[in-house]
């Protein structure tokens, strides 16, 4: 499956950007969906999950309240709407796809996705 992030930018801090991701080459409902993001001389790390049907999702504990993850399996997207940005949050933003389906695995980080995308960069001023 390929994966395309969109959506990123530069905005205030206290602002909103919500990111979107478009699949294509494969069976989109069969697989968990993550977003991840790495910050510059940082590891890669995880940001939400979503299982296949969306009745699972994960928040890492720095964005839980403020980012929402979502999808919609009849357009193959899945989104992220992040509010209340702060400068923190400057990163780049990648979309990935899990086999397992439930989402559970995603938690676990970057090694547990099969597919990735390309970055979306997202920067938040102060």
């Known amino acids: 499956v390929q994966l395309q992030a969109f959506g990123g930018g530069l905005v205030q801090a206290g602002g909103s950007l919500r990111l979107s991701c478009a699949a294509s080459?494969?069976?989109?409902?069969?697989?968990?969906m993550g977003w991840f993001r790495q910050a510059p001389g940082k590891e890669r790390e995880f940001v939400s999950a979503i299982s296949w049907n969306s009745a699972n999702i994960y928040y890492a504990d720095s964005v839980k309240g403020r980012f929402t993850i979502s999808r919609d399996n009849t357009k193959n997207m899945v989104s992220l709407q992040m509010n209340s940005l702060k400068v923190d949050d400057t990163a780049v933003y990648f979309c990935?796809?899990?086999?397992?389906?439930?989402?559970?695995?995603?938690?676990?980080?970057?090694?547990?996705?099969?597919?990735w995308g390309s970055g979306t960069q997202v920067t938040v001023s102060s």
């Open positions: 990935a796809a899990d086999r397992v389906p439930s989402g559970r695995t995603v938690v676990r980080g970057p090694s547990a996705m099969d597919y």
């Open positions: 080459g494969g069976a989109f409902s069969n697989y968990a």
